[in-house]
């Protein structure tokens, strides 16, 4: 690190000779301002889910003298495949954001690897192993800075809690009770907002995970399993009996509502008294719209246990930043994921967008009540997983997602649905390659 940092001083001090700028800092020189090079970033947090993206790129701007980064966003179901676009076109940018798991898995062989970075930059110090282990090593080599970590729990209008006596179910008997009392007082107990498909996930994986062994929903993630299986069928039942409860909206339909505009903003009237949903919650309450105080206003409390004797795992998503081999600024592109790894930098993110800093010294008091209940309930979890479309490949993803929309529109054809994804995934599996 000595040695490039002098580099970037010999670098600068080139310059200054070469245009005559004053570096001495003489009265009477004329100074020149030195544009920086652009570093490229496209990623996906936009509308509802931006938090944080802007606050990122001003302490990068704002620290860094070589380089600028210029981020771009895309929306986040446009993204999924325009990094197949962009990286087949062969002019990628610097920088994409990227879910760590199967996502980043399926495009490894367009990345390259920054274990030099993540040796001269000491990041075995900034992140838990268990961090790293899980999002950043592909193959035996590094290839991800974690940016974020979310969770995903209930996140409820204390006000309609308060107002039917109402405190956060513990096990699953409490949801079921719970929302016979909402239904019959004319509220929706649990806002689901599915048009975009992934919301639905959350429902299939927690009722996996507090019915079955989390080696079990492994095996369904990478084909040793099949989902047909008899543990996936009582999923599916479990979840029929929800929604023949009436404990979803029914007006609009799930698939016809957003998880921001339409089940949020029902929370947030007292429509709605909760709904199942990631920590970027937190971002969307507290921002200057909605101006909500975790404690206060809303809360959150994680799923249920439905079988006490599945130890508890938590789950979400771990977003991270990962270079494509074509990277036009790969030297510019080493240098924001050298700064972005920082503290300052995942304070910036975590600040805007809700989500848990992965960097390890980013202090306790930092964090907000609520964020220190969060990250306080996944230490207390045997196990972190990632959803179900970031821990499938991509194209087994896509058939569950779309299982679980028909699913949510034909709940009576719950046995015929889970079959076809089992058929359907199984010859997805055999297509990928050994390496995947």
């Known amino acids: ?20 700028s004053g570096c001495d800092g003489r009265p009477g020189r004329r100074t020149e301002t030195v544009p920086k ?16 993206i802007a606050e990122l790129a001003q302490t990068f701007n704002s620290r860094h003298p070589r380089y600028e980064l210029k981020a771009i966003s895309l929306d986040h179901e446009a993204f999924k495949s325009s990094i197949y676009d962009t990286l087949r076109s062969g002019n990628p ?18 990345l390259d690897p920054i274990d030099d970075l993540w040796r001269e930059g000491e990041f075995d ?15 035996g080599h590094k290839y991800l800075v974690p940016m974020t970590q979310h969770y995903i729990g209930f996140f409820y209008n204390k006000g309609v809690f308060s107002q039917y006596k109402l405190k956060p179910p513990e096990t699953w008997n409490d949801l079921l009770n719970a929302c016979t009392r909402l239904r019959a007082a004319g509220v929706v107990p649990i806002a689901l907002g599915a048009q975009d498909k992934w919301p639905a996930q959350f429902w299939f994986d927690l009722l996996l995970l507090r019915t079955a062994p989390f080696e079990f929903r492994q095996g369904l993630m990478n084909g040793s399993e099949r989902f047909d299986d008899a543990k996936v069928i009582a999923v599916f039942a479990r979840w029929k009996t929800l929604i023949d409860r009436g404990c979803f ?65 938590s789950i979400g998503p771990i977003d ?37 800093a992965p960097n390890v010294r980013v202090e306790d008091g930092f964090y907000s009540d609520i964020q220190r209940r969060v990250r306080d309930e996944i230490a207390r979890s045997q196990r972190f997983a990632f959803s179900f479309d970031l821990a499938a490949p991509p194209a087994v993803a896509t058939l569950g997602l779309d299982a679980f929309a028909e699913f949510l529109a034909f709940p009576d054809s719950y046995r015929q649905i889970v079959h076809d994804l089992a058929d359907r995934s199984a010859e997805s599996f055999k297509s990928l390659s050994p390496s995947r």
């Open 1 to 20: 690190m000595k040695k490039s940092m002098l580099g970037v001083l010999l670098a600068c001090l080139s310059i200054c000779i070469f245009l005559g």
């Open 37 to 52: 090079t652009a570093v490229t970033l496209l990623h996906y947090f936009t509308d509802s889910l931006s938090g944080g």
């Open 93 to 110: 940018p610097d920088l994409y954001s990227y879910w760590a798991g199967a996502r980043t898995a399926s495009i490894i062989d367009q």
């Open 125 to 139: 110090k900034l992140f838990s192993p268990a961090v790293a282990q899980a999002a950043s090593d592909y193959d």
């Open 249 to 313: 909206n029914r007006a609009p339909h799930p698939n016809d509502l957003s998880w921001d505009a339409g089940a949020n903003e029902m929370v947030f009237r007292g429509e709605a008294a909760m709904t199942l949903m990631g920590t970027w919650t937190i971002g969307y309450f507290e921002n200057a719209k909605h101006a909500w105080k975790a404690g206060t206003d809303y809360d959150f409390f994680p799923f249920p246990v439905v079988n006490p004797a599945i130890p508890r795992v």
């Open 320 to 356: 991270g930043l990962v270079m494509p081999k074509r990277a036009s600024n790969p030297e510019g592109a080493k240098a924001a994921l050298l700064l972005m790894a920082q503290e300052d930098a995942q304070k910036a993110f975590s600040r805007g967008s809700g989500a848990l």
